[in-house]
């Protein structure tokens, strides 16, 4: 999804039902310049700056981006959120209630808010230094290396005798770039004249990476086969492998460490409720829950 461009559906889906605020004579006497003023109003129900606000605050944080950045989404996310206010007070009035499947998973929705708050809670005050991101970036440092690249084109061909032969006009001179978009069969790059980009040992079958590594820029290879054919290629440009520095790395290795301390304080929670309630679990009676066919993969 490009950045800006979000699908108008979506953000109608994401518009959680912010309670609308019945209007009231201070709602009417609202203005832009107070802290609360009404942006829509139906009926005897007012949306507000603060009802707006909350309901853009459940939307993903690409979303909420978007939103920020564009004026025309702005207006729009508005305009669902008093839609889909409109479309629940026309379902009451047609009659539709809560019957037990939406209470069932009303509750559980209010059981996951419940949960998520007294886990915020619970683990706030874990953090992690500098140091500790500094030892661990000292102990690994091999997690932190870029691996050897190059860069480079390539001519791809069915036939042994016709690389030879496009080989041989290569040694005389001829044209890459142009040999490429004329011979080769490597439709995603023969219009680029061969280019591949830059790519590591991995990323190619091992015959081709071998010889793509045993090149300096400029140099290219004898013909080479592999299971898509036979190449030629031609190595641009090298970049060797490097150390990236620790304050490269530090905000990664932070965001690491704290979701490892969290995890196994969380663990360690866990454990102490259910030595608490003293949990019991009967896994061998789970053949009762599926006893009848389960849902076919299409």
């Known amino acids: 999804m490009k950045k800006g461009i979000v699908p108008l559906f979506l953000l109608l889906a994401l518009t959680l039902a912010v309670p609308l605020r019945a209007e009231t004579k201070k709602a009417e006497a609202t203005s832009p310049k107070e802290k609360n003023p009404v942006l829509a109003r139906f009926d005897k129900e007012v949306v507000t700056v603060e009802d707006y606000k909350a309901a853009l605050e459940t939307l993903p944080p690409q979303l909420q981006w978007a939103v920020h ?13 008093v839609k889909k206010r409109l479309l629940v007070r026309e379902a009451k009035a047609k009659g539709i209630k809560e019957d037990q499947e939406m ?63 496009i080989l041989k006009e290569l040694q ?18 023969a ?18 990476s071998d010889a793509a590594f045993s090149l300096k820029p400029g140099q290219f290879s004898p ?36 979701q490892e301390k969290r ?23 789970l053949d009762q829950v599926f006893k009848e066919k389960g849902p076919t993969l299409k």
């Open 263 to 285: 995890q196994e304080a969380f663990n360690r929670l866990m454990a102490q409720i259910e030595k608490k309630w003293k949990v019991e679990t009967y896994p061998d009676r």
């Open 69 to 81: 950045q564009n004026k025309d989404l702005r207006a729009k996310f508005l305009d669902n959120i």
């Open 223 to 258: 013909v080479v086969k592999t299971p898509f054919g036979y190449h030629i290629i031609q190595v641009e440009e090298v970049k060797p492998a490097e150390q990236k520095s620790f304050n490269e790395v530090k905000a990664k290795i932070k965001s690491q460490l704290l």
């Open 103 to 165: 209470k069932r998973k009303i509750a559980q929705f209010r059981d996951e808010l419940i949960l998520d708050r007294y886990l915020q809670e619970e683990l706030k005050n874990i953090k992690v230094t500098d140091k500790e991101a500094q030892e661990y970036y000292q102990n690994h440092k091999e997690e932190f290396e870029t691996e050897k690249q190059v860069r480079a084109r390539h001519i791809l061909v069915k036939e042994e005798a016709q690389a030879q032969k």
């Open 191 to 208: 219009g680029k004249g061969g280019e591949l980009g830059f790519f590591t040992r991995k990323d190619m079958v091992k015959p081709f």
């Open 172 to 189: 005389k001179g001829g044209d890459f770039s142009q040999l490429a978009k004329k011979y080769s069969i490597d439709k995603a790059t």
